[in-house]
């Protein structure tokens, strides 16, 4: 069955520095593009950034452009976000998401991990 | 960039009646329209996309309507494991946003 699972969230400083990643299994990870989606607490759902397939294009939301950079490694079955010069307003629960058809909505996803910036 | 509105912000029905939903979009989204459902501490769920097709597994009590800027998620007659946050999503147009939910509670 599909399975996604977040790791690398926990507490970390404004201006600093965390990588989250997301192991796939289940299907064929290379063959799809796949999404970071976060959760403020209390908040709906916000769209983060999209990788294709093969890791050629790549797209993020306004608010995290230039300081969060998402990549993959099919090799490994893993997704993974780049998250530089934290903001409080980061502060998230971040779940990575499958892509269904390369129309950016998501058929399955993580569990999540929390980011918490704070100082 | 659109925005997705969702009213009301919390709807109580009682266990085996009609739950009706709504989402607006500011501009049209043609039919690229997905509609999730989340329980507390849980991923949100893929219930129905492109306006009406439901997901794999999930019962034909819920659908989904409306086309352009007007849509409708249909919860026939509800069941305890209904209660929950309910998002609609647009995916006609980057950055692909979510509404605000709506709260499905029990009367």
């Known amino acids: 069955q599909v399975q996604l699972v977040e790791s690398g969230g926990g507490v970390v400083q404004p201006g600093r520095s965390l990588r989250l990643s997301c192991a796939a299994s289940?299907?064929?990870?290379?063959?799809?593009?796949m999404h970071w989606v976060r959760q403020a607490p209390g908040k709906g759902p916000e769209w983060v950034a999209l990788i294709s397939f093969d890791g050629s294009n790549k797209l993020s939301a306004d608010s995290v452009k230039g300081r969060f950079t998402i990549s993959r490694d099919n090799s490994k079955n893993t997704l993974y976000l780049q998250m530089n010069s934290l903001r409080a307003e980061d502060t998230a629960v971040y779940y990575c998401?499958?892509?269904?058809?390369?129309?950016?909505?998501?058929?399955?996803w993580g569990q999540g991990t929390l980011v918490t910036v704070s100082s | 960039e659109i925005v997705m509105t969702q009213s009301p912000a919390t709807l109580s029905v009682s266990p085996g009646e009609r739950a009706t939903l709504s989402c607006r979009a500011s501009q049209s989204v043609s039919s690229n329209l997905a509609w999730y459902q989340q329980k507390p501490g849980q991923a949100p769920r893929l219930l129905i996309y492109d306006t009406s097709t439901r997901a794999t597994g999930i019962p034909d009590r819920f659908s989904g309507s409306g086309s352009g800027t007007e849509f409708t998620l249909t919860i026939s007659s509800l069941q305890s494991e209904d209660f929950a946050v309910y998002y609609c999503q647009q995916y006609d147009n980057w950055p692909f946003p979510f509404g605000q939910g709506t709260k499905l509670e029990i009367k």
């Open positions: 998401a499958r892509d269904v058809r390369g129309y950016s909505f998501f058929d399955y």
């Open positions: 289940g299907f064929a990870f290379s063959g799809y593009a």
